[in-house]
């Protein structure tokens, strides 16, 4: 069977027109951020931010806007991890099958309790309760530094690389709890609607098939759940990224952070944050053109 042929966009006075305004806005603004008072553009000095000289008379090394580039992707890479698990125990508690019966009253409660809370509460608000009472009372009672402080020198290496050093472990998994939690709430309602969206004829079928529920679960339903759920996970697992910028409060050295203290210091604004703008940018966009190859990919599996 042939493919059907490409349609092709006219373009028109008007899209010129848009595109013409759109560049105008643009050099306009440009044009006046860099004749203000801050006397003009500086990249070379935002450019020294990325990487910068060893003083001894090593290598280059990493700059303060790079650690907090690498930190910003720790820090999203493990809330999204623990929010994908987390999110799908949830969703799946919660989830009702097609003409099965409903979920037990405890775990209905248990989840939809979980989901409205932590929705409805703002991420900043859980940012400043989980450093304060989980960070200085229950990490701190564990005894979380000290055991990271106990590591041998490569551990404490590894540590770092991967996580935070072991002064800043605390503050780091507060913060990585926080957003977790927070998108965890997102993704709950995602796998439970995606779970739901399953028709009820697959769910007979696995069952004349003898599979018995967990194997109905995994083999039948969640695969077709997840290719239906990728665009959604995917603009969570995004929205992780830009919300982890909110941590930034309770002083962790992520990207904006790093920023706000460099602009206090060089005063220079347009610079910095045009700057940080272009990071989370590229990320967010290598994100979202994974997760547009991932559905093609599952989508085509699914046509086999």
Known sequence: MSAAPKT??????????????????????????GSGPAGGWSWSAIL???????????????GILLEGLRTTLALSAWSMVLALVLGAAVGLLAARPQGGARPRLLRRLCAGSFVELLRNTPPLVLAFLFY??????????????EAARALPRGGQRLLAALAAPPARLVAFASAVLTLALYEAAYIAEIVRAGVESVERGQWEAAYALGLSPRQRLARVILPQALRRSVPALAG??????????I?????????????????????RTYEIWLTVFACYLLLCLALSLASRRLERRLSAGGRR
């Not at 931010?49 to 990493?62: K, N």
């Not at 304060?132 to 530094?145: I, K, M, N, P, Y």
């Not at 969570?236 to 910028?245: A, E, G, L, P, R």
């Open 48 to 62: 020294s931010f990325f990487v910068r000289r060893d003083e001894a008379g090593g290598g280059p090394l990493p």
């Open 8 to 33: 092709r966009v006219p373009f028109t006075r008007r899209d010129a027109a848009l595109l013409a305004l759109a560049g105008g806005g643009a050099a306009l603004f440009l044009w006046r951020a």
């Open 247 to 267: 941590v930034s409060v309770i002083s962790i050295p992520e990207l904006t952070f790093q920023a706000m203290e460099i602009m206090a210091g060089t005063q």
């Open 236 to 245: 969570q697992f995004i929205s992780t990224v830009k919300d982890s910028s």
């Open 132 to 145: 304060f009472f989980v960070g200085d009372q229950l990490l701190a009672a564990l005894g979380v530094e």
